[in-house]
């Protein structure tokens, strides 16, 4: 049986209300890690691991210089003491370093250039800008979500996230000199959601935001250190004469005070001031650790050399030389279940299972006596068994609320379940080999899928998969993780040994992926992400491979225009029947290629990609007809290169360019024996066309011809007096004399030229008739004239047409003439009066 928890406990002040516990982590070999008072240091929280760089700043004792001193490098070492990475430095002076929320590595350097690491070594490098460079960094902070630079210039930059944002200007406190200390209130934990600094200048502090500096007008400083809680409410700051003041952000508040002079067993100038968690500070000399309560009251402990401290939500870390230890305020369910003489129903829940495994009757008298808190006391052992370190005692607080919640009749076992579940998995990935010493707060703070992106960071799929499937969770980010590091693994091909040469050829890999896509990921894990990575390694046979297993072609096809795949991509968009995603590719290969290329592209597709050149077509026909018409002559189609000339000539009003277009359409058509007709039209139009541009140029632009068919010329032509012009067009373009007659008639009953239109009546037999001048006149509204030409109709239709023509005793003296008693019996029906009436009936009784 492991020892009882509270033997590591220790009371804060005289009370014993308020208890802080070292709990031993790691235990590290003697020499694992270099002299850390040596090193520049940064820890990266949540159990992370921590960076180290020798500090030149520092003298070097003869024959003390390890190799990692040889030469400028960094390297990475788990809170276990394991070797994470190691790479070397060989640019510009390094500024500061630290870790992202994602552990990542940050290093920052004096022109303004900062990398993000992975702990495979792997980088992505940004800069904070040409300005940056030109005046240089004196000093960063480094959060979790961005950074703040403190410029040359003494400007304040900040950049928020990690994807190469522009540096924003914070407001300019206006100091003339770097300040002792300052530090950083990230956006998360502002009232204002900005990221605040507060720095000490002379005796003041500053607080520096986006929008303004404000003076604190405090007379207490200079401060040589100054910490924020995690939580962003409060302050320690630490000043020159030692005194470690507490005060609450918006420096309102006063909450505490300590001499660190007085402190027994402090050697040296203090290296570190942290929080631990949100209610003590850590004090850090080179061999003494000091946890400050609220009220002043503190605890001691002590190393056996140089330590450094990593502040946590819930407590904090401290590496030694020898060791690596979590210090934290006892939670409240476990002060509440262990606590020697407690008297909560969880202890006594817990009493009792130790009675019922000792076989006692006592533990019936334990559950009768809480029976009304009985589901209060299980609740706060399963909480208390996921605040314990020690998997004996996870186990004994467990069973003990098991035991609890069976006499419970109605009882959710869920949260049981979910907590067995979690220290299962916390006690795995605590484990030296793997050595992420998280705590149950910060595994809930950060969630599953945080702990597994850092397990697959570290290359540890196979935990990483087998957590995800302990906890139901979907696998797509590990294998999509474990496929990207093999194919950067398969690289080697040919030039290691053991299993490296096994990885050969692109179709092995791609095998292996997807059979354990496939058998892990059911089916539903994109590839197209894992093909880029293959790309981006220089692999495009094989990430050509990957995408034809992509069922989705919207993720297949961007990243095969990008690995220049134009026809794949292109055949993909054609395939997927996404017009959207075809004419995305289209306007990509259009913009990329010359036109040549761009069509022969498309050409070659054949009827496979049939659809692709009529999405091309419509778009260009909408949008860039140049381009439609350099397609379709490359395509060598004359007869859509017609018709498009033609298309174009509709909407053309300047005649040069107009005639040009239809000059263009016959040309086309000429070429296309098929064509011939066409052809002929075309070339009628563009002479009409001509004739149009003439007439309108001897008119001075009075009369407006162009655009008119021959119809409307011929007819333009005899309302405006030009008879032999309109005769010379019925010639050259071989009007027929009937539809010529028509439109001779129109025009002189227009310009109501009776007297000409009775001389060109007479001008020779009329090919229409002059039944056809009669109806026109009196449709429009000249009875009198056209009764003129009633006389050379036929005979059968003069009645009707004197009718027509209003003349009554006209068509009754054509009956009488005609002797038709029957036609005038007709118009003696249809009689308009009496008058007419009478001579009908006196006619009629003229005739036989």
């Known amino acids: 049986m492991a020892e009882h928890p509270t033997a590591q406990w220790q009371a804060m002040d005289d009370t014993n209300n ?129 950074l703040v630079a403190l410029t040359g210039s003494l400007q304040f930059l900040e950049v928020k996230g990690w994807e190469g944002n522009r540096p924003m200007t914070l407001a300019n406190p206006g100091i003339s000199e770097p300040p002792y200390s300052w530090t950083l209130i990230p956006p998360d934990f502002t ?11 002379e005796s003041t502090v500053f607080t520096v935001d986006n929008l303004d500096a404000v003076d604190q007008r405090l007379s207490r400083g200079p401060f040589t250190y100054i910490a924020a809680s995690p939580n962003g409410k409060s302050l320690a700051l630490l000043t020159f004469t030692g005194t470690l003041w507490v005060v609450s952000t918006d420096f309102q508040r006063s909450l505490a005070e300590f001499d660190t002079t007085q402190v027994v067993g402090a050697v040296g100038d203090v290296r570190q001031v942290e929080w631990c968690g949100n209610d003590a500070i850590l004090v850090n000399w080179s ?64 009493h009792a299972w130790d009675n019922f495994m000792q076989k006692s009757p006592k533990a019936d008298e334990d559950i009768r006596s809480i029976r009304p808190e009985l589901a209060g006391a299980v609740d706060e052992l399963i909480e208390a068994a996921g605040n314990e370190w020690e998997p004996t005692w996870q186990r004994k607080l467990l069973r003990a609320a098991n035991f609890g919640k069976g006499f419970l009749d109605l009882y959710n076992p869920s949260d049981f379940v979910n907590m067995g579940k979690t220290l299962k998995v916390l006690n795995a990935v605590r484990y030296y080999e793997i050595a992420i010493p998280i705590t149950h707060f910060q595994y809930l703070y950060l969630s599953p899928h945080h702990l597994i992106t850092r397990l697959t ?104 225009l990008a690995m220049k795949e134009d026809h794949l991509a292109l055949q993909k968009a054609v395939d997927s029947g996404d017009t959207d995603l075809v004419y995305h590719v289209l306007l ?49 189609r004359r007869v859509e290169s017609a018709v498009l000339s033609l298309d174009e000539a509709n909407g053309l009003q300047h005649p040069e360019a107009k005639i040009s277009a239809i000059k263009s359409a016959q040309k086309f058509f000429s070429e296309d024996k098929e064509r011939a007709f066409e052809a002929k039209m075309m070339d009628e139009y563009s002479r009409l066309l001509t004739l149009q541009e003439q007439l309108e140029k001897e008119s001075d632009g009075r009369i407006k011809f162009f655009g008119q068919s021959v119809n409307e010329t011929i007819r333009t ?47 020779k037999r009329s090919p229409i008739g002059y039944e056809a001048f009669v109806r026109h006149l009196v449709e429009k509204s000249h009875p009198k004239e056209a009764s003129q030409y009633v006389a050379r109709c036929d005979a059968p239709r003069r009645v009707d047409l004197y009718v027509e023509c209003g003349e ?41």
């Open 18 to 146: 308020v208890f802080y516990r070292r709990q031993q982590l790691y235990t590290l070999d003697p020499g694992k890690l270099p002299n850390l008072d040596e090193c520049i240091i940064a820890g990266c929280r949540y159990g992370g691991p921590v960076a180290m760089m020798r500090d030149n700043a520092k003298m070097i004792a003869v024959g003390r210089a390890t190799p990692m001193f040889a030469k400028s490098q960094i390297q990475v070492y788990s809170p276990a003491g394991a070797g994470l990475l190691l790479f070397g430095w060989e640019q510009v002076k390094i500024i500061k370093f630290g870790w992202t929320g994602d552990e990542r590595l940050v290093v920052l350097n004096e022109e303004g250039v900062y990398r993000l690491y992975d702990l495979q070594g792997d980088y992505v490098q940004h800069s904070l800008g040409g300005d940056a460079g030109e005046v240089g960094i004196v000093d960063a902070k480094i959060h979790e979500s961005g």
């Open 191 to 201: 009232i204002s959601r900005h990221t605040e600094i507060l720095l000490s200048v």
């Open 287 to 350: 061999s003494l650790s000091l946890i400050v309560g609220p009220f002043g009251d503190t605890l001691s402990y002590f190393y056996s050399g140089s330590t450094f401290a990593t502040t946590e939500i819930d407590g904090i870390r401290i590496l030694g030389p020898d060791s690596c230890d979590f210090i934290q305020k006892v939670p409240a369910s476990i002060v509440s279940v262990l606590r020697p003489g407690s008297t909560s129903p969880s202890a006594i829940l817990l």
């Open 457 to 560: 960071a570290r290359n540890l799929h196979l935990l990483a998969l087998r957590v995800s499937s302990f906890l139901e969770l979907p696998p797509d980010s590990v294998l999509k993780h474990w496929a990207s590091a093999k194919i950067l693994k398969s690289r080697s091909t040919g030039a290691g040994t053991g299993k490296d040469t096994e990885l050969g050829g692109d179709e092995d890999v791609c095998k292996s992926i997807v059979d354990k896509f496939e058998s892990l990921g059911g089916g539903g894990v994109s590839y197209a992400e894992i093909a880029k990575k293959a790309w981006e390694a220089g692999r495009t046979s094989l990430a050509t491979m990957l995408l034809d297993h992509e069922p989705r072609a919207s993720d297949q096809v961007p990243l095969l």
């Open 588 to 636: 990509q290969l259009y913009t990329r290629h010359p036109l040549g290329t761009f069509f022969r592209l498309i050409e070659d597709g054949g009827s496979h990609l049939a659809p692709a050149s009529k999405l091309l077509q419509v778009y260009a026909r909408e949008q860039n007809r140049e381009m439609l018409r350099d397609f379709f002559y490359s395509d060598d």
């Open 717 to 763: 032509c005899l309302v405006n007096g030009m008879a032999k012009r309109a005769d010379k067009i019925k010639s050259d373009f071989k009007v027929p004399d009937k539809r010529f007659w028509y439109l001779k008639l129109h025009a002189l009953t227009e310009t109501r030229d009776f007297e000409g239109l009775e001389t060109f009546s007479r001008s």
């Open 808 to 848: 009554w005793r006209m068509a009754i003296k054509e009956c009488k003439e005609r002797g038709d008693k029957t036609k005038l019996e007709l118009l003696k029906r249809a009689s308009p009066n009496d008058l007419i009436t009478r001579e009908i009936e006196q006619v009629a009784s003229t005739m036989k």
